[in-house]
């Protein structure tokens, strides 16, 4: 298990009053968390800001359900764990994630839950406050949250700066007790609080796996707290984990 390193925790403190406000915006009495999405990571090509994850053998990641030629050419070789995240209607909040690792026998099934994505579905060019989820494959490389590390391998910060605003719904003040950062539109391998947007403020920030308030959020996925500590636990960066996301059409295609 390991921590992320003291510079960056001191970083990410200093940064949480802009994240807060210019990353995540206002929660509102409809729960939302209010942080803007990222841009659309299908076909994307890499960039400073780590996003786009390719370069795969596409035969390697077959035997992923419902996932396309198109997706599945997006994850890479190296990858040994997919958090697949369906969305059930391009328009939709509502969503099932599964944890999938790839063993001896191929790939193998190793958690399913609920979950919720975008209150207004999916989007294939995602703009900040569009309440859409980005279609894509990004990797997963860094954690955090309120609460203290649940033992987890990756990066974790653990920091109050977590906290969602006080003028956010009550349903949300547990949302980033516990998150891992979806790498697109930012930088890989800092705190999930650091502002920093490669691709510009305009295609949003801040798309987060984190806990599930009962409804859909502003661009993040969300799950229930024993998921998120199920998943915590299981992502391992020596197998280069990626999330497989969008509703089930554009999966598939």
């Known amino acids: 298990m390991r921590t992320a390193g003291g510079a960056v925790r001191m970083a990410a403190v200093a940064a949480a009053t802009a994240f807060l406000v210019a990353g995540c915006g206002a929660g509102g009495e409809d729960g939302r968390d209010g942080k803007g999405a990222e841009g659309d990571g299908v076909g994307a090509r890499p960039h400073p800001g780590g996003s786009a994850v390719g370069g795969s053998d596409t035969a390697h990641s077959a035997g992923l359900p419902g996932v396309g030629a198109a997706l599945r050419a997006r994850i890479p070789a190296a990858t040994r764990q997919v958090v697949a995240v369906y969305g059930a209607g391009p328009n939709s909040p509502d ?3 599964v944890l999938y690792e790839k063993g001896t026998n191929g790939w193998e099934r190793k958690g399913s839950w609920p979950a919720h ?3 207004r579905g999916w989007t294939l060019d995602h703009h900040e406050d569009d309440q859409r989820s980005p279609v894509g494959v ?6 955090g949250g309120v609460l203290p590390d649940p033992g987890t391998r990756l990066p974790y910060t653990h920091a109050a700066a977590f906290t969602p605003p006080a003028y956010w719904s009550k349903n949300t003040r547990h949302d980033f007790d516990y998150v891992v950062a979806i790498n697109y539109n930012r930088v890989v391998g800092v705190s999930p609080l650091d502002p920093t947007r490669p691709q510009g403020q305009s295609k949003g920030g801040g798309v987060w796996l984190h806990l599930d308030h009962g409804s859909g959020t502003s661009a993040c996925v969300s799950v229930a707290k024993s998921a998120m500590a199920a998943l915590l636990r299981a992502l391992d960066p020596a197998r280069h984990p990626v999330v497989v996301m969008g509703d089930r ?3 598939s295609g």
């Open 95 to 97: 969503a099932t994630v």
């Open 117 to 119: 994505n975008g209150r």
């Open 138 to 143: 990004f990797s997963l490389t860094d954690a």
């Open 249 to 251: 059409a554009h999966l």
